[in-house]
Nanobody, 115 residues
Framework: QVQLVESGGGLVQPGGSLRLSCAASGAFFSRYAMGWYRQAPGKQREFIARISSGGTTDYADSVKGRFTISRDNPKNTAYLQMHSLKPEDTAVYYC?????????WGQGTQVTVSS
């Protein structure tokens, strides 16, 4: 069982930056693939970024070059560094942890990009 807690969201102006954190409890964090998703009001949850247990990363086209996913296994934490934020990045951001067929989700953190 893995419990995930996101933090770091908030209000930021267009062009600004934020770093989201996803703290995981439970054992074997390093074995999980970690991902970030977001859901804007009235829209479906969408994939943003993923990092495998081996460190391979993958990004949605909408965030490539602006967002960076990383992980710190000794700290049981995954991160999403976001730069050049746009109003359309406004959403609730969720992290997940996946291994084989098991997927765990955090409760989400709100990111609002507005002037």
């Amino acid at each position: 069982q893995v419990q995930l807690v996101e933090s770091g969201g908030g209000l930021v102006q267009p062009g600004g930056s934020l770093r989201l954190s996803c703290a995981a409890s439970g054992a074997f964090f390093s074995r999980y693939a970690m991902g970030w998703y977001r859901q804007a009001p009235g829209k479906q949850r969408e994939f943003i970024a993923r990092i495998s247990s081996g460190g391979t990363t993958d990004y949605a086209d909408s965030v490539k070059g602006r967002f960076t996913i990383s992980r710190d296994n000794p700290k049981n934490t995954a991160y999403l560094q976001m730069h050049s934020l746009k109003p359309e990045d406004t959403a609730v951001y969720y992290c997940n942890a996946a291994i084989t067929t098991r997927v765990y989700w955090g409760q989400g953190t709100q990111v609002t990009v507005s002037s």
